[in-house]
């Protein structure tokens, strides 16, 4: 069958269409980003007004009362991304294709050693952003590799007649350097056929190096677009959304109360009777029209007397001390720092932070030996908010899963089973008693073992089980050949 080829001005307007989404996206990356990285609102805006007030302040040669400006960003939506995608995917989800055991660990293994990594990317990328990309290709090596993208690298277009939204184009930018070194934007354009390569300055075609070779077009040779969407939740919605301005009340309280014992520190004086400025004499050499000290008879410099402004405040500052006369009088103001109703609002605005992130608070009221019951009541707002990202996660996963049987030339109609483990405390006692009571009719050896807290590898386990009943069976049977005949 023939390809049809892209268009170069299909694939342009394909790129106009694609800013919009691709800027609106790039805000949404950024922000998420800056607050995994701790780089909270409050490194940009302080406590308060701190710069204006000073700002002005310092324009009329007063000193500020409050001069501290720290801005104390705290990693709060880190803890409770890191929080969210440990516990969902430490353990990677691994894949049953139908019955065929040979199959499925033929999957599992093309999946290969950067898939757990991949896959953690990707839960952080969905959860900054609100959703995240998956890019699989096939290297020169014969290889089947894939790798994680942000949001605000892809702008995908689907089949408005579809309701299932069918990828029918995807627009892929980054940057390649130039010859001067400077980064320029290229575009990706793909189609169920073919992807294009467009140089984002000149709107052109411009080769780029694919498996060692110089190409500006490839055949798309994967029967779809080679992009799934992993998205965080129906909405793709980033779960800062839900807590944001809780951390920036929290990040405010923590940096005033610092700036507070830093201006605490100051001596604030209140002067009685004492006009703002006062004027003090000094002794310059007097000279000549043309800059030069005039000397007497003696050879020694003349000096006139000048008076001059001093402010006091600075005055004070610089001298440590201060006269008044009789009518003047100095009164020391201290400030107060209200820390009983900042404790109040730190302790109610972080039990609000893990309401409303869904998260897990590390310091509940009750520790000590915590039954399972107790635990799973601990964690049931994560599992809540893990299962939304699970259900949008495993449909994108079928769909990787069955690009990998495509690859292998295998049938892809097969049912998909995932098994997903949650990386969560649980009382070790507990679990083996229960798997211990339950019948054999109930439950197989072989679950029990996959399910048993001791053992990190069900498979292996369960050869060695064998084995050794074997040779049980086997010492038996020698036991028995050797007794003398009655």
């Not at 449909?395 to 990386?423: C, E, F, H, P």
């Not at 029990?448 to 001791?454: C, M, V």
Request: with cysteine; net charge negative; glycine share 6%.
């Amino acid at each position: 069958m023939e390809v049809m080829k892209i268009e170069l001005n299909k694939a342009i307007e394909y790129i106009d269409k694609a800013q919009a989404k691709l800027s609106e996206w790039r805000s949404k990356v950024a922000l998420g980003n800056r607050y995994y990285n701790n780089e909270d609102d409050i490194k940009r805006t302080g406590a308060a007004a701190i710069d204006a007030v000073n700002g002005y302040l310092q324009g009329i040669g007063q000193n500020p009362l409050r001069s501290a400006d720290n801005r104390i960003s705290t990693n709060w939506h880190e803890i409770l991304t890191v929080q969210k995608n440990a516990y969902v995917l430490t353990y990677p989800p691994v894949f049953t294709i139908g019955k065929d055991k040979e199959l499925s660990e033929e999957v599992n293994d093309t999946l290969g050693d950067e898939y757990a990594k991949v896959l953690s990317r990707l839960g952080i990328y969905a959860t900054n952003a609100g959703t995240a990309w998956l890019e699989y290709w096939v290297d020169s090596d014969g290889v089947f590799r894939m790798a994680a993208l942000e949001a605000d690298q892809c702008a995908a277009f689907y089949n408005p007649m579809d309701i299932g939204k069918e990828t029918i184009a995807l627009v892929r930018a980054y940057n390649l350097q130039n010859a001067d070194g400077n980064d320029v934007v290229h575009y990706e354009v793909w189609d169920q056929q073919e992807v294009i390569f467009v140089n984002g300055e000149t709107m052109e075609e411009e080769p780029v190096i694919v498996g060692g070779r110089e190409v500006t077009r490839m055949p798309n040779e994967f029967g779809e677009i080679p992009f799934i969407e992993f998205a965080n939740n129906e909405r793709k919605a980033s779960d800062l959304l839900k807590y944001k301005g809780l951390v920036d009340a929290y990040d405010k309280v923590v940096s005033g109360f610092i700036n507070d014992l830093d201006d605490i520190q100051e001596i604030v004086l209140v002067l009685k009777d004492l006009t703002g400025e006062s004027e003090d004499s000094l002794w310059v050499p007097v000279r000549d029209a043309e800059g030069n000290e005039k000397l007497d008879a003696d050879g020694d410099p003349l000096l006139e007397e000048v008076k001059k402004p001093v402010n006091l405040l600075q005055q004070i500052k610089a001298q440590k001390y201060l006269t008044v006369d009789g009518t003047g009088e100095v009164d020391k103001l201290s400030l107060e720092i209200p820390t009983e109703a900042r404790d109040v609002a730190l302790t109610m605005l972080q039990k609000q932070i893990y309401v409303a992130g869904m998260g897990v608070d590390p310091n509940p009221e009750r520790t000590g030996q915590a039954t399972g019951a107790y635990v799973d009541h601990m964690y049931h707002l994560l599992e809540l908010k893990a299962g939304l990202m699970e259900t949008e996660f495993r449909s994108s996963l079928n769909r990787l899963v069955r690009a990998i049987l495509r690859y292998l030339g295998r049938d892809t109609k097969q049912k998909i089973i995932q098994s997903w483990t949650r990386n969560k405390p649980k009382d070790a006692n507990e679990t083996v008693n229960r798997l211990a009571s339950t019948p054999s009719e109930v439950m197989s050896n072989y679950t029990k073992r996959r399910l048993h807290p001791d053992i990190d590898d069900p498979d292996l386990e369960d050869t060695l089980v064998q084995q050794e009943e074997a040779q049980r069976m086997q010492n038996l049977l020698d036991q028995f050949a050797d007794e003398p005949e009655v």
